[in-house]
């Protein structure tokens, strides 16, 4: 289900919505109690809005759903995980500034998108 541009992840939903999904995903896992969460929110807030259309934002409550973060080693929260193509490609422990996250995805987006002479070779 998604609230403003992000989506509600739970364990069972986790494969379908960000291992299989077409474009990258940024996952949010926190919880309710935890300070630097609730600090974090407004900036992945911003990030689903200002990169919506090339990236996904997910949350996951980490005490309603616990077997996908000891899945993927989440130990402290806040904990960001980029995934592309299935895989972790950026890891993030604690609460970052909206600069160094936005840095961080674009790194991989950029890196991810595909040259625009790539159509025009293959056409040939």
């Known amino acids: ?4 541009g992000i989506i509600e992840l739970t364990d069972a939903s986790f494969d379908s919505d960000v291992l299989k999904s077409g474009e990258p995903v940024l996952v949010d896992f926190w919880a309710a109690w935890c300070g630097p969460c609730r600090a974090l929110a407004p900036i992945v807030d911003e990030i689903a809005t200002s990169y919506r259309g090339r990236l996904k934002v997910g949350k996951m409550d980490v005490d309603k759903h616990n077997a996908t973060p000891q899945r993927y080693g989440v130990r402290g929260i806040p904990t960001l995980l980029l995934f592309q193509n299935g895989q972790v490609k950026e890891q993030i422990v604690g609460w970052v500034s909206k600069e ?14 595909p040259s625009p002479a790539a159509p ?3 056409a040939r």
């Open 1 to 4: 289900m998604a609230v403003d």
């Open 100 to 113: 160094n996250l936005t840095n961080a995805i674009d790194k991989h987006l950029t890196a991810a998108a």
């Open 120 to 122: 025009l070779s293959e």
